[in-house]
Every structure is written in C-alpha cells, then in structure tokens.
C-alpha cells in the first residue's frame, strides 16, 4: 500500500490491515513522539484505526491517503489489535479512544503540555472543558471550540486553523467525526503548526454524555455493541453493516481469496 511507505518513527510499525494502515506501537512510545512533537512548530498528525476507517480507505482514495499518511494510526478496535497480533506483534495492546482522551489528558497535565479540543457542539466542547478541569485542575487547556455539522467555507476553515495555531495548544482532539476529520487533518497539514489527533465519538465520552464500557466488554471487542445501545437509532445500521462487511473480508482472507481495495 503505497500511504505505508512513508518514513515512519522508530518504535511505529505499519502494517497493511486489508489496504488500509495500522500502526503497532505501544502507549508508552506514542506518548514519547507526542511530548516530543510538542516542542516543535512543525505539524503532527495521529490517526485512530478501527473498522469504519479501513472500510472508507478501501472505498475512497483521498481518505487513505490523508489516514494513511498520519505519523502514527493507532489500533482502535480488537479486530484490529488481533489482526497486529497474528502479524507478530503479541504484545499489542488496544489504544481506543475514550480511553486515550482521559490517559493522554492525564499526562498532559503532568508534563504541562497544553491541549485544546476542536469540533462537535457548542454544549458538548463546554462540557469537556468543565469534565476536564474537574478531573484535571492543572491540566493546560487553551481551547475549546466547536464546529459546524455543515460543510465550512475555505474562509471558515482557515479562520478556524488560525485560530487553533494561536491557541498555545500543543496537542489538539479533533472531534468531527470519520472520515469528515482525517480529511480535514490532511487538507490542513501545511496549515497546522500542532499536533492533532482525530477522536470522533470519544468527544462524547470526554464531555461525560456517554459512560465507558467496562473493562471486560472492551476486551472482548464488542465494544461496538455496548456504543451501539447507547443511541440504537443513530448507530444500528451503520455498526451492522460495516462490522459484516469486515467479517466478510476476514472470511475470504482466510480462505486465500484476493482482499486488495478496488483501483478506482
């Protein structure tokens, strides 16, 4: 896959999931790239993996390549973490991202790298700067901006990157979710002079609109489900449908039949 032949970090290594990339990396060297990345003007990008964004890098080329091109693609999702496994890396561990908002903001504080969050509703990114300082008191947090659901005007846009490199973040959650914010990542990467890593749904979490799974649901990949019950009318189908068609894929790699994405 030609989005895998980047130079990457030592200590990340991509692995081709179905045409898509997947990063094996474990939470302790992504954290040294980003305490590193945050000291330089130069923009990062970190992408999550999980199933919705192996399927939209097989059915759309701009998407792989803004996702496949990230620094890091972080396994969000067993399947994927099996998939890293069988691949040899057995110590591979899911870095989803619920969890990786809280571990990250913990860290952040720690180590005073400011942070901002940019994208979703205007009630939902007030909701994580007060869940956030409530968890985090020290925590450096310099922005906190939503976004609109429609599509933005290159003006809009660029306001908003502005904005966001003005800020002081180091270290930006984007919150518009998939594929609308790898896209937005990739469009704006010469813009950009912070680190950014998509986190779609886990905006949600962070905001405390939504609990995390216990610990045995995440483990054990249905993780989906327990999401899926949370808002059944907004997530059924697209949960469904996208899960069978990676099972389908897992079913026809098993038997040797050719998963390679489609030329366009």
């Known amino acids: 896959m030609e989005s895998c032949r980047k130079e990457v970090a030592q200590g990340v ?16 060297r992504m954290w040294e790239l980003i305490t590193s990345w945050a000291s330089q003007p130069e923009p990062h ?4 993996a999980g199933i919705p964004p192996i399927l939209f890098s097989r059915d759309c080329p701009e998407f792989q390549e803004a996702h496949g091109s990230a620094d890091i693609v972080i396994p969000d ?23 990786l908002a809280f571990r990250l903001c913990e860290d952040a504080e ?4 400011p942070v901002g969050f940019y994208g979703s509703s205007e009630d939902t990114v007030r909701r994580i ?22 599509p933005m005007t290159d003006e809009e846009e660029m306001a908003d990157v502005d904005e966001i490199n003005r800020s002081g973040a180091r270290l930006v959650f984007i919150g518009l979710s998939c594929p609308k914010q790898e896209l937005w990542m990739g469009r704006n990467r010469d813009r950009l002079k912070v680190t950014t ?16 799974p216990p610990m045995w649901i995440q483990k054990s990949g249905m993780q989906w489900f327990y999401r899926m019950m949370q808002e059944p009318r907004r997530l ?10 990676y099972v389908g894929l897992v079913i026809k790699n098993m038997l040797g039949a ?6 366009s």
Request: proline share 6%; charged share 25%; glycine share 8%.
């Open 45 to 48: 990008r970190i992408c999550l």
């Open 129 to 150: 700067r007060e869940n956030m300082l409530s968890l985090y008191p020290k925590l450096d947090l310099r922005l906190c901006k939503s976004a609109p659901f429609r």
């Open 258 to 263: 050719d998963t390679s994405p489609r030329k």
């Open 13 to 28: 290594h991509p692995i081709d999931v179905f045409g898509s990339r997947v990063d094996a990396i474990t939470y302790e």
């Open 197 to 212: 890593i998509a986190f779609g749904g886990a905006f949600d979490v962070a905001a405390g609109l939504f609990d995390r």
């Open 110 to 113: 720690r180590n005073g790298i």
């Open 236 to 245: 059924w189908r697209r949960y469904l449908f996208q899960n069978a068609r």
């Open 77 to 99: 999702g067993m399947p994927l973490v099996w998939h890293l496994r069988r691949a040899g890396f057995r110590s591979q561990q899911r870095l989803d991202g619920p969890n």
